[in-house]
């Protein structure tokens, strides 16, 4: 071997064991940190529906509420992946649990509707909703409604489909609903023209993603706002840096190179469902609304999610850009 070869060797060698020992070291003090949802409150007689049910935190979500005895509603866009996720969740089922699919794509606002609809039609009750789905990286395409993609599927379809279900939350009181956002709320600014697809499509990915993230805080605090008093609380949170597939639409070969750091630093998607899991059960969240929390615990927002002329320029444009029609309005009183 040649000196050079050998230099080179033990460069890699060394730099391996660094990643590796930083890797350890990180998900020692996680593992002593990291929250976790310790209530053992059964879910009997009650209805969950969890968007984006099928993958990640949001199947580790349903497979929690089945075996705590709940009806799970898992609404996804791919009927494929639903059945399979289906099929898991079903065989963790407890004592009287049933699980359904429905088939929604946050993409697509007349999905959005036809979903809500059906729910309506066929449950008596709702008592959870979790509004999980949401991708990075959809790029800038403009929707069949006339919608930047990013923050359709991240932010008007959780919008739309919520608004849609009030209604029902509320007659189902005491019910909570709840918005999983990140804490890349916290880096990001928004402005309700942002939301304007000709203004939007020139904003990265990177930075439409965050705006998303904003986005649901505010429409989660407006909306606490509205249903005050209802017995509907509203809060959102931050999973927690999760390895799943929510980047799964960017460039491959980056993408490997995000799961392998995923993988040695981030959560499992089992850990990364312990927040959600708990403002869904806990009995210490109780009558708690407008809030955000991270491992379980509720946690300071960014500056701007505490803006509620925001919140409402936001929430106002967003009414106006899904078309939301007067007969599709709920009562908040």
Not at 109 to 132: G, H, T, Y
Not at 232 to 245: E, I, K, M, R, Y
Request: proline share 2%; net charge positive; hydrophobic share 45%.
């Amino acid at each position: 071997m040649s000196v050079l070869a050998f230099l080179g060797a033990l460069f890699f060698s060394r730099w391996v064991v660094l990643v590796a020992t930083a890797a350890a070291v990180y998900r020692f003090w996680y593992k002593l940190t990291t929250g976790v949802c310790t209530s053992t409150r059964r879910l009997d007689g009650k209805t969950v529906l969890i968007t984006g049910a099928n993958t990640g935190i949001g199947l580790e979500t349903a497979r929690d509420m089945a075996r705590r005895g709940a009806r799970v509603l898992i609404a996804c866009r791919d009927p494929e992946r639903g059945q399979q996720a289906l099929a898991k969740i079903r065989a963790e089922a407890s004592g009287g649990a049933t699980v359904a699919l429905l088939a929604l794509d946050l993409g697509d606002l007349q999905s959005v509707r036809a979903c809500a609809a059906k729910v309506r039609e066929s449950e008596p009750r709702l008592d959870v909703l979790i509004n999980n789905a949401g991708a990075g990286g959809v790029g800038a395409k403009k929707t069949e409604d006339g919608l930047h993609r990013g923050l359709q599927v991240n932010h008007f379809g959780p919008f739309l489909f919520t608004l849609l279900l009030v209604d029902l939350l509320k007659k189902s009181a005491p019910s909570r609903i709840i918005f999983v956002s990140s804490i890349a709320h916290e880096y990001s600014k928004l402005s309700a023209e942002e939301l304007d697809h000709e203004v939007a499509k020139n904003i990265d990915d990177t930075s439409i993603y965050g705006k998303t993230k904003l986005a649901n805080v505010l429409v989660s605090n407006e909306l606490a706002r509205r249903l005050n008093g209802t017995g509907v609380t509203v809060n959102s949170l931050h999973p927690g840096a999760v390895q799943t597939d929510i980047f799964r639409h960017i460039p491959y070969g980056i993408d490997k190179i995000v799961h392998f750091l995923f993988g040695l630093f981030f959560k499992s998607a089992e850990e990364g469902a312990q927040t959600s899991i708990h403002l869904a059960v806990s009995e210490q969240v109780e009558g708690i609304t407008g809030a955000y929390f991270s491992d379980c615990k509720e946690r300071r927002m960014a500056k701007a999610a505490y803006d509620k002329g925001l919140a409402r320029a936001v929430w106002e444009k967003s009414e106006r850009l899904v078309r939301l029609a007067d007969d599709e309005r709920p009562t908040y009183a």
